[in-house]
């Protein structure tokens, strides 16, 4: 059965575009940057000459990763530009920032799509923590997330 997660893996149309994005915007960090093709790919993901370039990115020395992939074959279909978090199948990853106002306003000024200020979450379990939607380049929605201050932090 499971013992953990490794990572989470998102398709991309331009992996250096979204390099550009997630380390340099976000400060993620790479941790492997290759590529793959042969039977062992094909066979895995069920694909015939699949070619890909993947990398794996971390936060500052954090699991799981996040797994960035761009399939140079076989061609794939580009996202949905009016695809919503409602729809089934739908994912986001959320990353924890440790100042959700000042990343998002960074993020806003740079172009990065953000649905609106980060909010508190200010009932149940979770309240006290603190989130805002964004999109990478490619519209996949990320969901910055800011954890409750400690007393003393």
Known sequence: MV??????SR?????????????????????????????MLDQNVGLQGAHIRFVLLRG??????LELLQYYAPPGAPANPAASP?????????????????TAAELAAAG???????????????????TAYCFDPDGLVIELWQLPLQPGV
């Open 3 to 8: 013992a953990g997660m490794h990572h989470v």
């Open 86 to 102: 409602a729809d089934v199948g739908a994912h986001h990853i959320a990353l924890i920032v440790r100042d959700i106002q000042a």
């Open 11 to 39: 398709g991309v149309s331009d992996m250096d575009r979204s390099l550009a994005f997630y380390c340099g915007l976000l400060g993620m960090e790479v941790e492997l940057d290759t590529e793959m093709s042969g039977p």
């Open 112 to 130: 990065v799509r953000v649905t609106g200020p980060p909010q508190e979450v200010d009932s149940g379990t979770l309240r006290g923590h603190w």
């Open 60 to 65: 500052h020395g954090t699991m799981p990763f």
